[in-house]
């Protein structure tokens, strides 16, 4: 997720709508008009309404929505299968609404490929020369075909496989296939239809984990259409909810369940099991007290902690860096006994998570332990502290202010 | 109460026809003249018996081995039964016309699949040709090109040309959204939608379509003689006209034998594509 600040696809205003008398149609909406009016009014269709995106490069970003919001008008709107009626599509900041036929064909052979729901395979080929498809079109030669299409095979473990029918193959094969073909041309792009979406649900995860394995290794920018939200949080860097044409809200897995933006988004995310998708980073408190320096003196320490009723605190070096807690108990123990500064009565052995452990997995920390949860990055600062009953609170679905105010009165 | 003249309309549409166009048509005759009896004479200088055994290969290798036994028995009692120049004459002509049909026929059924309004155009003109009686299309094409093979070639492609539109349109449609979704995705020319996934994928149905037309131009064929494109036909019109029973019955189970050989052949094709797929 590092490189994420190039934006590789981005649609502005992306309106389509379908129907004869789209000028009408297109006028109605832009009075404000609700897209049953509109169907009314003029018998057409509205697919997608205004809608904007910045897609960036290298991320998995997931449009959700239910049948007939307008999600996979809009992703065949973005490597034109489906002509926009008004707005813009802009990859790598060049407007591609407007190019002709010849170039078009171009970037959909070498930009953006796609995967479908049903596959879409032929069904009179072979596994290998439906993968080597793409690069047929483009008149690349029959021996590199096979070469490229056998090493993309292996990519999406079906090896030995390669001279089968598609037909002979179980669904997930089938979809292995679907993939290995959108992978073989090497786009930039993958922009994938419901693509698990036939799939039975066992097989589904399945194709879910392989897929988040595959994008460590590809990096490809993604465009995942679904109607499951487990999915879209599994998957995505961002999401993307689609309600009757309209983008609803945008978000990162975590923004869209904590901070829905309108009822339509919160009914659907209410059956989520959230404690796997929100983070300890969520629920932290960003800027805990603590004691920034070892050598700072134990009467610093004993104030704090009487200020705010706690028992322990969280000692960091000047650079933020996470040495540990000391307990009032032994801080007050040291004093009495004529120490000054905290050094040597620093307890390392404290429970610690990283800012993106779903709070499903602090769940063991918090009933081996009484002290609360340090979270502490990758480089080994601390980012926060998760207190007990925020963890329980946010699992037994409580309201977010309620915890902070338990964490205060702690 | 008024008569309307549309017979009158239709007569005058033929005059015009034959005034202006004569040289064109006399073209097409020559052209037609010229395969028909191509066919002809390759198909009657091959010995009868080699020619039997070739067809019975041919049998063999596409639709199997009782298809085989089948025409084994049936080519031979032609044979015996001395309607073998009769019924190569009828082949010949089916051949040319069936062709012919498939040539036009087959590029029309892609062009309708691929326009809608190609398709609402085409659509109405193939109803007409189906059921307007077939024996109508005869005194047109007597006008046109005199009495003999080739009007009645030319009335059997009028005939037998509708099921290789409509199915080669319907076969075309019929692919799957997806798969057509995926080839365009993938940025497929639209030759290459057509050529490398369509066309493959939609073979069984046209393959049907081809079926259909070579039934119906045999049909046609034996109807043809009416206007003098003789054959089996021929025979037959002999043996109502002068009420031979014998005659009649011979010459119309060539005709039988014929057509199930020609059947079974265009529809085991059918089948081995669709196996493929």
């Known amino acids: 997720m590092a490189a994420k600040q190039e934006i590789k696809l981005e649609i502005q205003d992306l309106t389509?709508?379908?129907?004869?008398?789209?000028?009408?149609?297109?006028?109605?909406?832009?009075?404000h008009h609700s897209k049953d009016e509109i169907l009314e009014k003029t018998g057409c269709t509205v697919g997608v309404n205004k809608a904007s995106l910045k897609i960036m490069k290298g991320e998995v970003f997931v449009v959700m929505g239910l049948s007939g919001s307008g999600k996979s008008t809009l992703l065949r709107c973005l490597n034109r299968l489906i002509e926009p009626t008004s707005g813009k599509i802009i990859l790598d900041g060049i407007d591609i609404t407007n190019v002709e036929l010849e170039k078009l064909r171009q970037i959909r052979r070498t930009e953006m490929s796609m995967v479908f729901q049903h596959f879409g395979l032929l069904p009179h080929r072979t596994v290998a020369s439906n993968v080597s498809f793409g690069l047929e079109i483009q008149g690349v030669k029959e021996n590199e075909c096979r070469k490229k299409a056998l090493d993309v095979i292996g990519t999406v473990g079906l090896d030995g496989y390669e001279d089968m029918m598609t037909g002979e193959l179980s669904g997930g094969m089938q979809q292995r296939v679907g993939l290995a073909r959108a992978l073989a041309t090497d786009p930039e792009i993958l922009l994938m239809d419901e693509a698990f979406s036939a799939l039975d649900p066992l097989i589904r995860r399945n194709m879910q984990d392989e897929l988040i394995d595959l994008q460590e290794k590809v990096h490809k920018t993604i465009v995942f259409i679904t109607h499951d939200l487990d999915e879209a949080l599994k998957l995505g860097d961002r999401i993307a909810i689609m309600k009757d044409g309209l983008i609803v809200q945008i978000g990162t897995?975590?923004?869209?369940?904590?901070?829905?933006?309108?009822?339509?988004?919160?009914?659907?995310?209410?059956?989520?099991?959230?404690?796997?998708?929100?983070?300890?980073?969520?629920?932290?408190?960003?800027?805990?007290?603590?004691?920034m320096d070892p050598k700072d003196g134990v009467g610093l320490a004993i104030r704090v902690m009487k200020k705010n009723g706690i028992n322990c605190l969280p000692v960091t070096d000047s650079n933020n860096n996470f040495e540990g807690y000391v307990h009032i108990d032994t801080v007050v123990k040291h004093k009495k006994e004529g120490g000054h500064t905290l050094e040597g009565i620093i307890d390392p052995e404290v429970p610690k998570c990283l800012p993106d452990t779903p709070i499903a997995d602090l769940l063991p920390l918090v009933i081996?332990?009484?002290?609360?949860?340090?979270?502490?990055?990758?480089?080994?600062?601390?980012?926060?502290?998760?207190?007990?009953?925020?963890?329980?609170?946010?699992?037994?679905?409580?309201?977010?202010?309620?915890?902070?105010?338990?964490?205060?009165?702690? | 109460m008024y008569k309307l003249p549309v017979g009158k309309f239709f007569e005058s549409i033929i005059d015009w026809l034959t005034q202006n166009l004569g040289p064109f048509f006399d073209i097409i005759n020559s052209i037609l003249t010229g395969i028909i009896s191509t066919f002809e004479t390759v198909l009657l200088f091959i010995p009868p018996l080699i020619l039997?055994?070739?067809?019975?290969?041919?049998?063999?290798?596409?639709?199997?081995?009782?298809?085989?036994?089948?025409?084994?028995?049936?080519?031979?009692?032609?044979?015996?039964?001395?309607?073998?120049?009769?019924?190569?004459?009828?082949?010949?002509?089916?051949?040319?016309s069936g062709l012919l049909a498939l040539i036009i026929g087959i590029p029309v059924g892609i062009w309708a699949s691929r326009k809608d309004a190609v398709e609402n155009v085409v659509r109405p003109i193939l109803d007409f040709m189906q059921t307007m009686p077939a024996f109508v299309y005869l005194i047109p094409a007597v006008l046109f090109f005199q009495l003999g093979k080739v009007p009645g070639a030319v009335a059997t492609v009028i005939f037998a040309m509708p099921p290789a539109v409509r199915l080669t349109n319907l076969g075309i449609r019929q692919v799957q959204k997806e798969v057509v979704e995926a080839a365009r995705a993938f940025g497929s020319t639209s030759q290459q939608l057509l050529f490398k996934v369509q066309l493959p994928l939609a073979t069984p149905t046209i393959l049907a379509g081809v079926n259909q037309t070579i039934m119906l131009a045999l049909s046609m064929v034996v109807i043809a003689a009416m206007i003098g494109a003789g054959g089996l036909g021929g025979e037959i019109l002999k043996g109502i006209t002068q009420l031979k029973i014998g005659l009649g019955f011979e010459s119309g189970i060539s005709v039988v034998i014929l057509a199930i050989f020609l059947d079974r052949i265009t529809q085991a094709m059918g089948e081995k594509s669709q196996n493929k797929k």
């Open chain 1, 16 to 31: 389509k709508i379908f129907g004869r008398r789209r000028k009408e149609a297109q006028k109605l909406l832009e009075n």
């Open chain 1, 368 to 410: 081996s332990s009484d002290l609360p949860i340090a979270v502490v990055n990758s480089k080994g600062k601390l980012e926060g502290i998760v207190s007990k009953p925020s963890v329980i609170s946010e699992i037994t679905g409580e309201d977010v202010e309620l915890q902070e105010k338990t964490v205060e009165e702690e």
């Open chain 1, 253 to 291: 897995p975590e923004d869209i369940l904590t901070n829905p933006a309108n009822d339509y988004v919160k009914a659907f995310v209410e059956d989520v099991d959230s404690s796997k998708v929100i983070t300890a980073s969520a629920i932290m408190f960003k800027h805990p007290e603590r004691i």
């Open chain 2, 52 to 96: 039997i055994a070739l067809m019975v290969v041919l049998a063999w290798r596409i639709a199997g081995k009782g298809v085989a036994i089948f025409s084994i028995i049936g080519l031979l009692l032609i044979h015996s039964m001395g309607f073998w120049e009769e019924t190569m004459i009828t082949l010949a002509l089916v051949v040319t």
